[in-house]
């Protein structure tokens, strides 16, 4: 059954970029256990608009796992204490009475502070439109069927494609590296034989676009893999180098 709880809430307010940040610390009182945490900051916004104060400003859309909107870092853990998890899947019932609950924005050079805890990850798109997509005619949908793909490769390809860039491998990492995120979207593609006749521009467009928006590199700490709400395998980074290494082997 669940039960009411209260505890201690920072919140990480940031007017902007530039501007210096703080904590903010309110006592939340009385919190169903079955409210999500998003939910639980609706009820902080509410109680700051009858106050009359400035909401705390958070990023969210689908609040079901999907967009990877929710980039709240939780306790020193990006989207929380919870495993294979976003922020939006995250439920109260995680939390005791009387614990102190801290919430930061995504840090990294490459993801910037809009306000507060909503972070701007243009950099991801800016990766994905360097190379992240297929060009070639792939026929209609019997042509797609006639192509022969062994489970095994479908399965992978799959799993890699659930990443949903939300950034908790980059702010994960001590480095604020990408690989997991540019991993996986090159993996999905490369496993497939549609994704084929690209891979090599792909993979050299994507780390090339990676390094020049900031991103640090990747030295095999493995916090990507641990805190990734889908549960990415750092096999994807692997696969990326055997990509890379080979497309540049080539030239
Ligand atoms: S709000 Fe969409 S994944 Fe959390």
Redesign the pocket.
């Known amino acids: 059954m669940d039960t009411n709880i209260s505890f201690t809430l920072k919140v990480w307010r940031q007017n902007g970029p530039q501007a210096k940040g703080h904590f903010d610390t309110f006592e939340m009182k009385d919190i169903p256990g079955d409210t999500s945490f ?1 939910e639980m900051l609706d009820i902080l916004n509410e109680q700051l608009i009858e106050a009359g104060k400035e909401p705390f400003v958070f ?12 980039s709240l870092y939780i306790n020193g853990h990006p989207h929380g204490p919870a495993q294979g998890a ?4 995250l439920y109260m019932r995680r939390f005791h009475d009387g614990d102190v609950i801290t919430v930061e924005p995504w840090r990294s050079a490459a993801f910037p502070v809009i306000k507060d805890c909503m972070v701007d990850r243009s950099a991801f798109d800016k990766i994905i439109a360097a190379g992240g997509y297929t060009s070639v005619r792939t026929g209609q949908a019997q042509d797609a069927n006639a192509i022969l793909i062994s489970k095994e490769a479908a399965d992978e390809a799959m799993d890699c494609a659930t990443c ?1 860039g ?1 950034g908790a491998c980059v702010a994960a990492c001590k480095n604020g590296s990408a690989m997991l995120f540019v991993s996986s979207k090159v993996s999905q593609l490369a496993l497939l034989p549609q994704g084929r006749p690209e891979a090599a521009r792909r993979a050299k467009a994507m780390v090339a676009k990676m390094e020049e928006l900031g991103f640090g590199n990747c030295t095999n700490t493995r916090a990507c893999e641990a805190e990734c ?1 889908k549960n990415e395998s750092i096999a994807n980074i692997a696969r990326l180098n055997r990509e890379f290494i080979k497309a540049k082997l080539a030239d």
């Open positions: 998003l990023d969210h859309d689908c609040r079901e796992g999907i967009c990877g909107m929710c976003t922020t939006c899947q949903i939300c709400p």
